[in-house]
């Protein structure tokens, strides 16, 4: 994609308070899942309320530390690196055996991720990333993810166990909104409409008595992390399995992101940014392990995010890094960032998605391509068959060994891989 579509290309810097404004924007995008997985993490082990508050800084320090370090020395690409949820999915299920199981599994596979990238043994599978296959895990990203906004959009909480029509008319109208801005303003403020629909939504739910300030008032403004050594990690064989397989997920994952966000920015020295990348992911393991959290992946969302704002600076996502790092020693910026509207969030991730699709069919149609009749169900089925997965309730895996169900149970995982095998063995070009 021609870098003249974007207000900035990857390796432009904007001016520091634009910088900081896109940061901002990519940082309360992430936000909501991070308080997510250390909630999860946190209810699995049982933790008390000050050792919650502990794990949600250490997933901070996590994702705000390589995220900075993916973008300036890893892939370099303007990917968010945040805790992985087969990873999470594995760390739920290992709960029971302790943290310290679940430490030495995760610094094995960290480190098995870190060896791989070192050694540069991805370039082996680059040239499978095919138009079909990298088209598909742009349109799996969106489909995927579909089953985790829907919540959101439509408002579930205790007291709306089925939703509110209210707040998915609202989320709908955000979502148009956003939609408009970003059509129809030019230049620096077209690059602002994202955060502009998540300041104009997260007013109206304010005004609507749909958020909770008290939590920003009563934080403090500084407070450093504690709890940070959890004890030595231990080598029990069935977690050290179980985290293996949930690393192969992270594996695929990753070079699917990485993948995806290339063919939109660029895709210059590809495959030396898919090592270098699968690299600080292993390293970000060993220092997930070593606190006793949730290990990462290159988010997949950011491709969507990109085509909505027209900001393609990998600078910008280093400085959301940089403010994730702050949060976690700032309570009072993690409370405010906490507190915007979870279908706020919600609605902008939806446009972003939207524009994902359009860049999925786009590389698989690039240069007047016409498909034929096997590229229908190359492109098609991984599609379904990987939004059916993402859309299944996770008791439906449990009864599978741990070390399958982080594969078969992630949808974006199953999709990239059923494509891959139809591509490149059952229903290859002849």
């Not at 003249?4 to 634009?18: A, D």
Request: net charge positive; glycine share 10%; with cysteine.
């Amino acid at each position: 994609m021609d870098d003249q579509r974007f207000f900035y290309s990857l390796n432009q810097r904007p001016p520091f308070w634009r910088n900081l404004l896109y940061g901002a924007q990519w940082a309360l995008i992430m936000f909501p899942a991070l308080v997510i997985v250390a909630s999860i993490s946190a209810k699995a082990l049982n933790l008390p309320t000050e050792e919650e508050v502990a794990f949600f800084q250490k997933i901070l320090l996590v994702a705000g530390t390589f995220t900075t370090w993916q973008t300036l020395g890893g892939h370099k690409y303007p990917l968010q690196e945040g805790p992985a949820t087969a990873l999470l999915l594995t760390f739920v299920i290992l709960a029971p055996s302790g943290l310290a199981a679940i430490k030495g599994g995760f610094l094995i596979g960290g480190l098995i991720l870190f060896l791989i990238g070192r050694l540069r043994w991805m370039h082996y599978i680059t040239d499978y990333f095919t138009p079909n296959v990298v088209g598909v895990i742009l349109l799996l990203i969106a489909f995927t993810l579909l089953p985790y906004l829907l919540p959101l959009l439509i408002g579930v909480d205790p007291a709306h166990p089925n939703g509110d029509g209210a707040v998915f008319a609202a989320s709908l109208a955000l979502i148009i909104l956003i939609a408009i801005l970003s059509h129809w303003l030019k230049g620096f403020w077209q690059t602002t409409a994202m955060i502009v629909g998540l300041v104009v939504g997260t007013f109206i739910f304010w005004f609507w008595g749909l958020m909770d300030l008290q939590p920003v008032r009563e934080a403090s403004w500084f407070s450093l992390p504690t709890h940070l050594w959890t004890g030595m990690p231990r080598f029990d064989l069935p977690a050290v399995i179980s985290c293996f397989f949930a690393y192969l997920a992270v594996v695929v994952n990753s070079v699917g992101s990485i993948h995806g966000v290339g063919e939109i920015v660029g895709k210059e020295d590809l495959t030396k940014r898919v090592d270098r990348g699968i690299g600080v992911t292993g390293l970000a393991g060993v220092a997930a392990a070593g606190l006793g959290v949730v290990g990462t992946v290159s988010y997949s969302s950011s491709p969507g995010v990109i085509l909505v704002t027209r900001v393609a600076s990998r600078y910008s996502q280093a400085m959301c890094g940089i403010i994730l790092l702050l949060a976690a020693f700032i309570p009072r910026l993690n409370a405010l960032l906490t507190a915007i509207p979870a279908t706020v969030v919600g609605a902008a991730l939806c446009v972003a998605l939207g524009s994902q699709v359009g860049a999925g069919i786009s590389v698989i149609t690039a240069g007047g391509r016409t498909m034929a009749g096997r590229d229908y169900l190359v492109v098609g089925l991984p599609v379904i068959i990987g939004t059916l997965v993402a859309a299944l309730p996770p008791s439906f895996f449990a009864i599978l060994p741990a070390s399958i169900g982080v594969i078969v149970g992630n949808g974006l995982v199953m999709g990239i891989v059923l494509v891959l095998v139809l591509e490149h063995l059952l229903l290859r070009n002849r």
